[in-house]
Structures are given as structure tokens and as C-alpha cells.
Nanobody
Framework: QVQLVESGGGLVQAGASLRLSCAAS???????MGWFRQAAGKEREFVAA???????????EYADSVKGRFIISGDNDRNTVALQMNSLQLEDTAVYYC?????????????????WGQGTQVTVSD
């Protein structure tokens, strides 16, 4: 049974940084992982994802809205993925979800992911 547990959400002021973490248990080794978010009244949207190209190497993909501000990183041995969020903006306020693919690759479509975490709230205030 695969489980994903997110942590690190919270309330911050605009311009601040926050780091989200996701730990996967029971996962398939080198599975692609990603982050999505859903703001109130809006659809879930892609944030960032990693696709493994080797045991310690991966390719990262970002949504245009977070490119240059967010950094996704993964640790294959620890089964974790993190999202470093810098220069947070009001529009980054959302519930952030960690997702796990059943293959080594992952992308921007929710259908590519088989498992989801429960979500963690990120609120950016002015």
C-alpha cells in the first residue's frame, strides 16, 4: 500500500519562502513524483514534477507560473520529494498535493499519477 504524507505548509507573507516535503512509503523505486495545487474554487493545477533518469539523477519540469521561484528536488534512497518555494505570491495560496507516478517519468497531467497525498495548506498573505 503506497502512502504519501506532505508536510511544511503554513501561513507566510508575500515574498517569503516555504519548503514542502513529501514522504512516500511502499512506493516503487524511481517512481516519478510531482506537486499539484488547488486554490479555492479552482481546478487542480500542475506545479512541478521530477522524472528519474538514473538512481540519483532526474529531470525537473515546472509550470510557467512558478518557474524561477520554485525548486523541486527528490531523494530516491529516502523516497522523498521536496518543493522549495521562494518569492511567494498571493496567488500561490492553495492546498498543495504530492503525487506519485507508477513509472519513472511524470508530467503535468493528473492522470499520469496513481497516488496522491492528503494535501497541505499554503496561505500567502500581504
Amino acid at each position: 500500500q503506497v502512502q504519501l504524507v506532505e508536510s511544511g505548509g503554513g501561513l507566510v507573507q508575500a515574498g517569503a519562502s516555504l519548503r514542502l516535503s513529501c514522504a512516500a512509503s511502499g512506493r516503487t523505486f524511481s517512481s516519478g513524483m510531482g506537486w499539484f495545487r488547488q486554490a479555492a474554487g479552482k481546478e487542480r493545477e500542475f506545479v512541478a514534477a521530477i522524472s528519474w533518469s538514473g538512481r540519483f539523477t532526474y529531470f525537473a519540469e515546472y509550470a510557467d507560473s512558478v518557474k524561477g521561484r520554485f525548486i523541486i528536488s527528490g531523494d530516491n534512497d529516502r523516497n522523498t520529494v521536496a518543493l522549495q518555494m521562494n518569492s511567494l505570491q498571493l496567488e500561490d495560496t492553495a492546498v498543495y498535493y504530492c503525487a506519485l507516478s507508477s513509472t519513472h517519468s511524470s508530467g503535468s497531467m493528473p492522470d499520469e499519477y496513481s497516488y496522491w497525498g492528503q494535501g497541505t495548506q499554503v496561505t500567502v498573505s500581504d
